[in-house]
């Protein structure tokens, strides 16, 4: 079994939360899933006012740390919005 987690169009440069150079994983995941028989995606996907969104937190910036019910809490850009692209 193939696990292919998170490769979103987000994580890539130019994305809502760019990992740098995120996108050279594709080539990589499309060469490996002609190899395994079963492939399982998964993918980041959160309500759009989900509160570790930044801008769901009045005067904070992405990146920074709240403390929420469970503990800490790193704040970031809206990205993987349910019903997005």
Excluded: K
């Excluded at 395994?36 to 309500?47: A, E, G, K, L």
Aim: charged share 15%.
């Amino acid at each position: 079994v193939l696990l292919v987690i998170d490769v979103q169009n987000d994580f890539c440069p130019g994305g809502a939360l760019e990992v740098a150079s995120g996108d050279e994983v594709v080539p990589l995941c499309n060469a490996l899933v002609e190899r395994f028989r079963h492939v399982v995606f998964s993918q980041d996907w959160h309500p759009a006012e989900h509160m570790s969104f930044a801008p769901n937190n009045a005067g904070a910036a992405p990146y920074e740390v709240v403390q929420a019910a469970y503990g800490e809490q790193t704040l970031w850009p809206t990205h993987c919005v349910q019903g997005g692209a």
